[in-house]
């Protein structure tokens, strides 16, 4: 029986100082979980000479953690594709157990890093690849496996929610918050993956694959971000009683297929994701048993995505100490059908200009009715440069409906533009 369960760290940035410190201020606690102590051997850097505030053995070359006998897990938190996914494979592939907080690498090489965890008989965890520290992989994998899930529908990017959380309640425009939101941290210098939705899209891929029991890839999520949204929306919204959030979708459509994309969307203020503020993360899971659930909190940063892989950490320890490995591998084991955008069915708002004049508004809504577009709610507050702002609410209705409408508006000569549309996402909408 070992003695400790030693680790290799490749990366000591943010997270991987976090999994230090957390390792460390808790070292009584989780040794007496595991059994023995867990303990830091030697972590991965670029600059060995670069001052430190934690003290660990540090090495520029992989072969020393992935060649040395006495290493156990190798923690991967340097982020990004390569060579982080080259270095997990090695380690799988050398028999050395993985945890990362890796979600461009999960949601792209998943099937891949899961096959050569199987095939070497060790563990691949990550927890910490989506929502940070709050607990949602190990929930699907397995407090909800007994369920058969219809819908995961969550806020998991929290620059995105920060920037809808200023505009709404500071009335800010999207420029002034991205740059708030950049001065502080939130946001990347490049911030398209978070603004365009890529983010989110990478990290509902890993979630409904899971969920679903399927392999769902970036390129099977259909993605929008928030780029286009305004403070006119966000105040349309709220007197309607809705509030606007980035959200990643995954539903069950049991006609089409799965259902799997990311856009803004006005949801009701009553709903539990509308309360969801700044940078927290919230997931909210549909089972046939369990009913509605929701997970919340703190979607990223050093200590509650350091909390996350060394829960990964603790797993694995405790399987090796009792010498199992690979009870919860890859789920992946049907081949679902995904549905076409085309044919998913939402509610819609729509925010129009259009010429102020006589019958115009009976020419919008004649035109939609051609389409098959029932319409629950039309509002005309105010005029725009002299031109009248229409808003419209939609009944249910498929993608491809309001997209053949709305180009037969566009068509017509009384629309000055398409100023926005925005999917509603509700039951029900009366």
């Known amino acids: ?112 890093l899961f096959d050569a965890a199987q095939a070497n008989n060790v563990d691949f965890m990550f927890e910490a690849s989506v929502a940070g520290g709050i607990p949602i992989i190990r929930p699907l994998k397995q407090c909800l496996t007994a369920n058969k899930i219809s819908e995961v529908m969550g806020i998991v990017n929290g620059t995105t929610n920060y920037m809808l959380t200023k505009m709404t309640n500071d009335k800010l425009d999207y420029q002034t918050v991205l740059a708030e939101a950049q001065a502080k941290g939130y946001a990347e210098a490049d911030p398209t993956a978070d603004v365009g939705g890529l983010d989110a899209a ?7 694959s899971i969920a679903f029991n399927t392999r769902v890839s970036l390129a099977d999520v259909d993605v929008e971000g928030i780029t286009n949204i305004s403070p006119v929306d966000i105040e349309y919204a709220r007197e309607l009683g809705y509030v606007i959030k980035l959200l990643a979708i995954a539903k069950d459509n049991e006609e089409c297929g799965i259902d799997v994309r990311v856009h803004p969307a006005f949801i009701p203020a009553a709903h539990p ?19 509605e659930t929701m997970f919340y909190g703190r979607g990223a940063g050093e200590m509650p995505t350091a909390s996350a892989v060394v829960a990964d950490i603790i797993d694995v320890a405790r399987d090796i100490r009792h010498d199992i490995s690979g009870r919860i591998l890859c789920t992946c084991f049907e081949q679902r059908n995904f549905c076409p955008a085309e044919q998913t069915n939402s509610a819609y708002y729509v925010r129009l200009l259009v010429e102020d004049q006589p019958g115009v508004l009976a020419a919008i809504a004649g035109a939609f009715g051609a389409h098959n577009v029932s319409l629950n709610s039309v509002i005309q507050k105010r005029k725009v440069n002299n031109c009248a702002e229409v808003v419209l609410i939609t009944y249910l209705v498929s993608d491809a409906n309001i997209r053949r409408a709305l180009n037969t508006i566009k068509d017509m000569s009384v629309l000055t533009t398409v100023q926005n549309v925005i999917r509603v996402e509700a039951q029900q909408i009366d």
Request: net charge positive; proline share 2%; charged share 25%.
């Open 1 to 112: 029986m070992k003695a400790s369960v030693n680790i290799g760290l490749l990366g000591l940035g943010t997270v991987g100082t976090g999994v230090v410190k957390v390792l460390t201020q808790n070292a009584r606690e989780i040794s007496q979980k595991v059994g023995v102590p867990v303990t830091v051997k030697k972590v991965m850097v670029r600059n060995p000479n670069k001052a430190r505030s934690i003290d660990v053995s540090v090495t520029t070359d992989i072969d020393e953690i992935i060649n040395d006998q006495d290493i156990d897990i190798i923690v991967e938190v340097m982020g990004g594709e390569q060579p982080a996914k080259e270095y997990m494979l090695r380690a799988l592939n050398s028999g050395k157990h993985v945890v990362t907080a890796n979600k461009d690498v999960v949601a792209k090489y998943g099937r891949e």
């Open 202 to 208: 990478r990290k509902i891929a890993i979630l409904s």
């Open 273 to 291: 994701l509308a309360s969801v503020n700044d940078v927290f993360n919230a997931i909210f899971v549909r089972g046939n048993a369990v009913g």
